[in-house]
């Protein structure tokens, strides 16, 4: 069964720098576009960052120039390199990315457990 998992989730004060790793657990037959989205209290979940198979990047404009979204397709991985943090960051962030579990399948969206991120000031 086809899992994604979080890891790099902590608290740090405003100005710092996190990042979030989410890697594919299990084979796999094909990893499309990859995405962070951010659930904090009485907000809808946010899509914060967006990576094609083509390379084309896409941020939420509240972080455009503070945060990175990076791949490893040898280790099916993702990253979010997150800098300059601010207290409005905070919240559990969640990865997504559009998998193929097997050839017969269609790319599908699959969820990791999300990790929390606290930006103190």
């Known amino acids: 069964q086809v899992q994604l998992v979080e890891s790099g989730g902590g608290s740090v004060q405003a100005g710092g720098s996190l990042r979030l790793a989410c890697v594919v657990s299990g084979t796999i037959f094909g990893l499309h576009t990859t995405r962070w989205y951010r659930q904090s209290p009485g907000n809808q979940r946010q899509l914060v960052a967006q990576l094609t198979l083509a390379g084309t990047e896409t941020y939420a404009d509240a972080v455009k120039g503070r945060f990175s979204i990076t791949r490893n397709w040898n280790t099916n991985t993702w990253y979010l390199q997150m800098n300059n943090l601010e207290p409005g960051d905070s919240g559990v962030y969640v990865c997504?990315?559009?998998?193929?579990?097997?050839?017969?399948?269609?790319?599908?969206?699959?969820w990791g457990q999300g990790t929390q991120v606290t930006v103190y000031a």
């Open positions: 997504n990315g559009d998998i193929r579990p097997t050839q017969p399948d269609s790319f599908t969206p699959h």
